[in-house]
Structure formats: C-alpha cells, structure tokens
C-alpha cells in the first residue's frame, strides 16, 4: 500500500547509492532517480529515515490509519508534505512553504 522508495543498504551517515531510490538530490530535494543527476555533487546521505518522515512529524503532517483505532500510530503524510512543503537548500530538509523562504534570505545566498 505504502509504496516507500527503496534505500540501497548503505548505513546512516553514509552518502546513498548512485542508483538508490530513497535519495534525494541536494539542490532540488526531489528523488535523484527523477532526471539525470550527473556525478555525487547532489548526493544525500542516509539519515536513517524515509525522506520527508522527519518533515513530516515535525510540521504536523501525519495521517491516522484507523479512527477507530487508537493504538495504531500516525504515518507522516507524504502526500500533504509535497504539496504543502517546499525544499529548502540551506537545511537539506522540507519545510512549509514561506518559512524557509525568510531562513533562506538571512544566510545571504
Ligand atoms: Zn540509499
Ligand atoms: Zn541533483
């Protein structure tokens, strides 16, 4: 159901494959398997978690699977964090739209 992206088998701290699925490009923040990356200049490293599940906890954006049932806990919702998130290239990490934007100018870039 959940069609998470397949990591490589490299450990957390590590820079992922060429080919892994669950990087995610350092300028753009989409997968890198999207269009040709060239080279590791935009390689990510593993955190140890799905791109965008910590983005996701952090802003709020967790879908409940059952409403009947309390025990099973909230999935990050993927969905909203692409829609209502955008990359933000100084922190290598999602964040809502605008918020980043203010973070962004004050590093000068
Ligand atoms: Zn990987
Ligand atoms: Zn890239």
């Given at each position: ?55 996701c906890r952090?802003c709020g954006l967790l879908i409940h ?8 806990l909230p999935l990050p919702d993927?969905?909203r ?29």
């Amino acid at each position: 159901m959940h069609d998470h992206p397949t990591h490589c088998s490299n450990s957390p701290g590590q820079l992922h494959g060429y080919d892994c699925h669950a990087a995610r490009c350092a300028d753009t923040g989409h997968p890198r398997l999207d269009r040709g990356h060239t080279g590791a200049a935009c390689n990510t490293r593993w955190s140890g978690h799905r791109p965008g599940e910590n983005e996701c906890r952090d802003c709020g954006l967790l879908i409940h699977p059952r409403a009947d049932n309390a025990d099973l806990l909230p999935l990050p919702d993927l969905h909203r964090l692409h829609a209502e998130c955008e990359w933000g290239i100084t922190r290598q990490r999602m964040a809502l739209r605008g918020r980043e934007t203010a973070a962004g100018a004050e590093a000068g870039q």
